[in-house]
Each structure stands twice: as C-alpha cells, then as structure tokens.
C-alpha cells in the first residue's frame, strides 16, 4: 500500500499471514468471578506493580471469600500485599497477571465496578463492565 500527498509519503506492505483466530482465546464460560470496584482495584494495581519486576510487571492475585490480595516482590526493593474487598464465592484461587496490561484495560472503562470472570490458574480471564455488555477484554495468566 502506497499513499502520498503533498509534502507526506507513507508506504506500508501489507502482511502475508493470517491473523490468529481470537475466537480460541476468549473464554466461552465461566466457572468464577469476582465483582471488583474499577478504581480500588486500579489504586491496588498501581501501588503494587511498583514492586514488580521491570520486566514482567507480574502481580499474583489470591482470591478468598469476598476478598482478593494482590501481590509482588521485586528482588532489590522488597514486598508489597494489598487486600481488597470484592465479591467472590468461588474456590480460594491464585492466578498470576501483567499488572500493565490490566491497568490499560481497566482504564479504557469508566464503570463503576467491573467482574473479572476466572476458571483456573492458567486459563485466560476476561474482564467486562457491570454497566456495558459490549466491552470485553481478554487478559492471559502469567507463571509466578
């Protein structure tokens, strides 16, 4: 593909593959889910991922009855761990997240509260609004 104006030329060769199919990633039910305030859980994220690693920005997040920790550590600065009230009933859970990649999807919504849907440990989550069944968003585990 090749466009020019006056002044401007942009030039940009189109890929050859095919793009994956999002279909296998997005989780087709639920067997948990937490209902967290969106700004508690962004302040949680933001003050927490500062004791991750440079690299991975990976934060654990427990989950208990009506109750998520999340946690990191970073070898040179020390530990941090914040509890926040959710609401959660399933199984005592642990599943570890890029805090950055949380952070942007939680800040692309202006909902109140957001559910976060789980099955295990190393299945994919999926973030949705409370207010909005249109937005979805799709957030891989990582190993901690």
Do not use: W
Request: hydrophobic share 40%; aromatic share 6%; glycine share 4%.
């Amino acid at each position: 593909l090749y466009v020019s104006c006056p002044g401007a030329a942009l030039s940009v060769k189109l890929a050859d593959a095919q793009f994956p199919d999002h279909e296998q990633v997005v989780p087709k039910s639920s067997a948990l889910f937490a209902v967290i305030h969106r700004q508690t859980l962004v302040s949680a994220l933001k003050r927490i991922s500062l004791l991750s690693s440079d690299k991975s920005y990976g934060v654990k997040c427990s989950f208990t009855t009506n109750l998520m920790q999340i946690s990191s550590n970073h070898q040179d600065f020390g530990e941090g761990r914040e509890e926040i009230d959710v609401v959660y009933a399933g199984k005592p859970l642990e599943i570890g997240f890029n805090a950055k990649y949380m952070l942007e999807t939680l800040n692309v919504t202006a909902a109140e509260e957001i559910k976060l849907s789980l099955n295990d440990e190393i299945s994919p989550g999926m973030i949705t609004p409370m207010d909005d069944t249109k937005y979805m968003a799709v957030i891989m585990p990582m190993r901690m």
